[in-house]
């Protein structure tokens, strides 16, 4: 059985940093691309950014600059550093997981989700 789940979130004021963890463990021959969503009350989820096996990341333009998205392929985690937050970046993180398991079959998984509140 796989689990993706997140860390990190919490409550920070504007101009501050947090940094997301997101770790997928179980049965996992190759962790594909990740990334990293987020949904804002009475707002669709919108991608923040992705990061693909090679190491190649891809950011939303309101985050660009401010946010970096990293991975640890030995620990099957990846990372969202977010400095200077502003309170429109109050949401709930996702973490997105491509997986292939050892009968390579491949599909995407979804962690439950961490709050990132940031006050003015």
């Known amino acids: 059985q796989v689990q993706v789940v997140e860390s990190g979130g919490g409550l920070v004021q504007a101009g501050g940093s947090l940094r997301l963890s997101c770790a997928a463990s179980?049965?996992?021959?190759?962790?594909?691309?990740m990334g990293w969503y987020r949904q804002a009350p009475g707002k669709q989820r919108e991608l923040v950014a992705t990061i693909t096996g090679g190491g190649t990341t891809n950011y939303a333009h309101s985050v660009k600059g401010r946010f970096t998205i990293s991975r640890d392929n030995a620990r099957n985690t990846v990372y969202l550093q977010m400095n200077s937050l502003k309170p429109e970046d109050t949401a709930v993180y996702y973490c997105n997981a491509g997986l292939t398991n050892y009968d390579y079959l491949s599909a995407v998984y979804w962690g439950q989700g961490t709050q990132v509140t940031v006050s003015s």
């Open positions: 179980g049965s996992i021959a190759r962790v594909n691309a």
